[in-house]
């Protein structure tokens, strides 16, 4: 489970589309608004998802919208993908009255893990049971997670393939743990500037300089973890290596993992981590 980061994020960018008031739009307006420059265009699968520019994939909203969308498409949900977390993915709208404007745009990600997330288009906001019920679920999830990674140690050792993979495996943990804690503090914006710093930090200390990280996304439970992560192989070749490992966390998801390390002047540096989805290997680092 991933957290809903949208409060934060369209409170700050639509507050004025929010305040407006779309209940008499119908297609022929929004065409018209379209064309004047007042709503945009919005993908309800994202074309690099495999969406199509159709009308039945398109959704007319307040400016900025679509931005907003876009941000989590790109920094939160491909990470998912990319790392196996989630297949499945969905948008729906919802609608008030005969207004052709959604009101608000429910994002979810999913099989095997599991995100979920609104977006507060227009028109007073109103509760949805089923986002309500998840972040309940999510909340009852945190407590335990931080208080096992409080004991996590954080010293980092590259003497050896298997000792770098346990300092990626802990920093990793400790990263996302902090994360996830100053976005429900600070609020997304806030914190996932502090989180790309943290992690380009957190990299370098482990890392090869040659890596160029991906987008980041954090949440619980963690996609590391120090006690639950476990080395099934290490195989060594002259200067460069590779660890696999297994991890089966807290919701039942069994993840794994290929670290691929070289060894420089300092000690052994990974230069790449695959998440095994089957025959696949997708680079998640």
């Known amino acids: 489970?991933?957290?809903?980061?949208?409060?934060?994020?369209?409170?700050?960018?639509?507050?004025?589309?929010?305040?407006?008031?779309?209940?008499?739009?119908?297609?022929?307006?929004?065409?018209?608004?379209?064309?004047?420059?007042?709503?945009?265009?919005?993908?309800?699968?994202?074309?690099?998802?495999?969406?199509?520019?159709?009308?039945?994939?398109?959704?007319?909203v307040p400016i900025g919208i679509a931005a907003i969308k876009s941000h989590f498409d790109s920094n939160v949900i491909t990470p998912l993908i990319r790392q196996g977390i989630v297949t499945q993915y969905k948008a729906t709208p919802e609608y008030q009255g005969s207004s052709f404007i959604?009101?608000?745009?429910?994002?979810?990600?999913?099989?095997?893990?599991?995100?979920?997330?609104?977006?507060?288009?227009?028109?007073?906001?109103q509760s949805d049971p089923a986002l309500e019920l998840w972040k309940?679920?999510?909340?009852?999830?945190?407590?335990?997670?931080?208080?096992?990674?409080?004991?996590?140690?954080?010293?980092?050792?590259?003497?050896?393939?298997?000792?770098?993979?346990?300092?990626?495996?802990?920093?990793?943990?400790?990263?996302?743990?902090?994360?996830?804690s100053q976005a429900q503090k600070l609020g997304f914006a806030a914190a996932c500037e502090i989180a790309v710093k943290d992690y380009h930090e957190m990299l370098s200390c482990v890392c090869t300089s040659s890596v160029q990280p991906q987008p980041i996304a954090f949440g619980v439970p963690p996609r590391h973890h120090a006690d639950l992560e476990t080395i099934q192989s290490v195989s060594v070749n002259g200067l460069n290596a590779t660890v696999t490992t297994s991890y089966l966390n807290s919701i039942g998801f069994e993840s794994r993992h290929e670290y691929c390390l070289t060894q420089e002047a300092d000690g052994w540096r990974i230069f790449s981590v695959l998440y095994l989805n089957g025959d696949e290997k997708l680079e998640c680092l």
């Open 102 to 125: 959604p009101i608000r745009l429910r994002l979810q990600a999913s099989n095997p893990g599991d995100f979920l997330t609104e977006i507060h288009i227009w028109g007073v906001e």
């Open 1 to 60: 489970m991933f957290n809903d980061f949208s409060r934060a994020n369209s409170e700050k960018n639509n507050s004025s589309a929010s305040l407006a008031d779309f209940s008499a739009v119908d297609a022929k307006k929004a065409e018209q608004m379209l064309l004047a420059g007042q709503l945009e265009k919005l993908y309800l699968m994202p074309l690099e998802f495999g969406g199509t520019d159709s009308p039945e994939n398109t959704l007319y």
């Open 136 to 180: 309940n679920q999510l909340s009852a999830l945190r407590p335990v997670e931080t208080k096992v990674i409080a004991a996590a140690p954080t010293t980092i050792s590259l003497a050896s393939p298997e000792d770098t993979v346990r300092s990626f495996i802990c920093a990793h943990q400790n990263w996302e743990t902090l994360a996830d």
